[in-house]
T-cell receptor, first 115, second 115 residues
Framework: DSGVTQTPKHLITATGQRVTLRCSPR?????VYWYQQSLDQGLQFLIQ???????AKGNILERFSAQQFPDLHSELNLSSLELGDSALYFC??????????????FGEGSRLTVL | AQSVTQLDSHVSVSEGTPVLLRCNYS??????LFWYVQHPNKGLQLLLK??????LVKGINGFEAEFKKSETSFHLTKPSAHMSDAAEYFC?????????????FGTGTRLKVLA
């Protein structure tokens, strides 16, 4: 058990809909990272937050947004869903922001299926 | 800029034989390097990490990796493969203190262990 909790584990929805994925980082970790993993594109970095502030951005679509709350949990919002958004979405946490090069701890992921 | 290359997308070994998964990196700074393992439908789990201490790093489940600066390599090895080692393995370059905050993931190596 990594200590990172993601909900829901599975989600099935229709095209055009909006969903929210939730992540609780390990106790004491200030950074949260979101990744998308699909068969055709592999593991893609989406976005990172550190202590409530956006720190780094990757290949995140404009239809997607994220935030980190004062209690350090994070949410990834996916809207106007398309079939191609079907993927496994991972949250990871680490102690620092990047200056402290600790390891990432991954949650079990949220599997999104868009029909 | 940092980058990481996993030289083999698939590796097959027989149970009880050695495992070698190859990783080359590029970094303008002294890198932190990680190996992660992902079993089917699971999150990524840290196997081991290098952060400029000993060049030979021991990890969990009998895996180890050697940091070779002259070859810019960080290959993962295990003396004797077990069926439970069948999974996908990711080599990762970590962020550094001045510049990118991103963890750079390789494209993964799928390890198959034959009985």
């Amino acid at each position: 058990d990594s200590g990172v909790t993601q909900t829901p584990k599975h989600l099935i929805t229709a095209t055009g809909q909006r969903v929210t994925l939730r992540c609780s980082p390990r106790s004491g970790d200030l950074s949260v990272y979101w990744y998308q993993q699909s068969l055709d594109q592999g593991l893609q970095f989406l976005i990172q937050y550190y202590n409530g502030e956006e720190r780094a951005k990757g290949n995140i679509l404009e239809r997607f947004s994220a935030q980190q709350f004062p209690d350090l949990h994070s949410e990834l919002n996916l809207s106007s869903l398309e079939l191609g958004d079907s993927a496994l979405y991972f949250c990871a946490s680490s102690v620092g922001s990047g200056g402290l090069t600790g390891e990432l701890f991954f949650g079990e992921g949220s599997r999104l299926t868009v029909l | 800029a940092q980058s990481v290359t996993q030289l083999d997308s698939h590796v097959s070994v027989s149970e009880g034989t050695p495992v070698l998964l190859r990783c080359n990196y590029s970094s303008s700074y002294s890198p932190s390097l990680f190996w992660y393992v992902q079993h089917p439908n699971k999150g990524l789990q840290l196997l081991l990490k290098y952060t400029s201490a000993a060049t030979l790093v021991k990890g969990i489940n009998g895996f180890e990796a050697e940091f070779k600066k002259s070859e810019t390599s960080f290959h993962l090895t295990k003396p004797s493969a077990h069926m439970s080692d069948a999974a996908e393995y990711f080599c990762v370059v970590g962020p550094h203190t001045s510049g990118t905050y991103k963890y750079i993931f390789g494209t993964g190596t799928r390890l198959k262990v034959l009985a």
